[in-house]
């Protein structure tokens, strides 16, 4: 063999990685056996030894577009050529950044019209969590700082956010965790109990007024919760469960913050996710699709009540980034919101969801450990267990989900999951054969890890 074929290359490669580099949820043994992307197109990624998979994540929830859109690529470069980088700080402002706001403020919930901008997620929910504290200070209840947010809910990494994320996997390395975080169970449908004569959306969503109750409202400033959880699973809930969650918040005075980092922008097949229900929060967090990917730009943006106190106050907000409002990450987002407009992405993710949900169905709802197969827009996931009838999970130990994992890349697919459950969120540029494809790809890997239906 060649030292210059594609897996002498690709080989040498995984060394230098290995001898260098610490990578997000950093396993040695894995990435020995990793993959080298050096290409993408469409929603294909290429590996350096040149095998071709689908992108069956776009990325990591956020390559909406798919790779290798030249608009995005030629607004970041325009902008580079002309103010690569400026301050966001107060008494700085850059065109784009005041465009992007504008644009962003005629596109979501009608009373949310002021934005914060950051570098993605977890940023994003650490800005939230210091929004509130301080916009009840404001008001003159500084008692007012707890967070509570859902098992399975997952909203970045950095200390307090890994604390208001719901699985419990990433706690134990870094524990203590900060005070003040509380979770309450996921809506969850396949698996959420409810009481006898309660619908279970409603009576999800009660363990929200329970908690507060239990905390006191006098303490707590904040509910966040994913309009459909993403990496948790991808748990759409009972339809009728986020207009109770409304209802509470604005009963105890707790400020509604929807973490819209995967569902904002169109992949579930509207532009912002309660959008579905026709409930408005008081805040959002927002990032990935806002650039599909292609530069690191997220944000919070808060409704008029909560802005007038600020603008009012005479303080200063001691809350910045040095990357806030980066003109070449506001350049990409424009250009984006363009091609989410022209191309319809909002539209594609809706239609193209539906058959991928649709054949994910017909495929594997049949099969006898294939406990649920669920999804909204280019969201689906497949939920594998021991027993189907009692809904009995398989041991960690037998690594199912891992299993199906390994077998669907070997067939051409790449994706990511949740123990045994089987996450799938292509880029809204899918074409038809792709999403068949992936179907087919999902279905024999399920039946080269557990038989045949």
């Not at 396993?27 to 990624?45: C, D, E, F, I, R």
């Not at 069956?56 to 956020?62: A, E, I, K, T, V």
């Not at 008001?139 to 967070?147: A, D, L, N, S, Y």
């Not at 532009?271 to 927002?286: K, N, Q, S, T, Y």
Request: with cysteine.
């Amino acid at each position: 063999m060649s030292d210059h074929s594609p897996a002498v290359s690709k080989s040498k490669m995984i060394e230098r990685d290995r001898s260098h580099l610490i990578h997000s949820l950093h396993n040695s043994l894995q990435q020995a056996g990793g993959h080298v992307w050096v290409k993408g197109h469409g929603a294909t990624l290429t590996d350096a030894d040149g095998k071709e998979f689908i992108d069956g994540l776009s990325g990591l929830w956020n390559v909406l577009a798919g790779h290798g859109q030249r608009d995005l690529v030629t607004a970041a470069a325009r902008q580079m050529e002309t103010l690569p980088y400026c301050s966001g700080y107060a008494g700085s402002s850059n065109p784009r950044a005041i465009e992007l706001a504008e644009r962003i403020a005629a596109l979501t919930y009608p009373s949310i019209n002021h934005f914060f901008f950051t570098s993605g997620g977890g940023e994003s929910s650490e800005t939230a969590f210091k929004l509130a504290r301080y916009y009840w200070r404001l008001k003159g209840q500084p008692e007012k700082t707890k967070v509570i947010s859902r098992q399975w809910g997952y909203h970045g990494v950095t200390l307090a956010a890994m604390s208001a994320t719901g699985i419990a996997s990433y706690w134990p390395m870094f524990e203590p965790r900060v005070p003040g975080f509380v979770q309450i169970p996921s809506p969850y449908p396949y698996r959420y109990q409810a009481p006898a004569g309660v619908s279970p959306g409603v009576a999800a969503a009660n363990e929200l007024e329970r908690a507060i109750l239990r905390e006191g409202a006098e303490t707590v400033a904040m509910f966040l919760a994913e309009p459909v959880q993403g990496a948790g699973g991808v748990i759409v809930p009972q339809d009728d469960y986020f207009r109770r969650i409304r209802e509470i918040c604005d009963k105890h005075s707790v400020l509604f913050v929807a973490d819209e980092v995967i569902t904002g922008f169109g992949r579930t097949g509207k532009m912002f996710g309660l959008e579905h229900w026709g409930v408005e929060p008081d805040a959002i967090c927002f990032a990935k699709a806002i650039t599909s990917g292609y530069f690191p730009l997220g944000g919070v943006g808060i409704n008029d009540r909560i802005a007038e106190v600020f603008e009012v106050a005479d303080k200063v907000w001691m809350h910045a980034f040095t990357y806030s409002a980066h003109p070449v990450g506001c350049a990409v987002a424009l250009a984006m919101l363009d091609l989410i407009k022209r191309e319809d992405l909002v539209g594609q993710s809706r239609d193209k969801g539906k058959l991928l949900l649709t054949g994910l169905k017909q495929a594997l709802a049949g099969h006898p450990h294939v406990g649920d197969v669920r999804g909204l827009g280019l969201m689906c996931g497949i939920e594998y267990v021991k027993n189907k009838a009692t809904k009995e999970e398989f041991p960690p130990e037998d690594k199912i989900g891992p299993k199906v994992h390994a077998a669907a890349q070997e067939r051409g697919l790449f994706s990511r999951l949740r123990g045994d459950v089987y996450c799938l969120a292509p880029p809204a540029v899918t074409t038809p054969a792709e999403i068949e494809r992936i179907v087919s790809i999902t279905k024999e890997a399920t039946e080269a890890v557990l038989g045949r239906s």
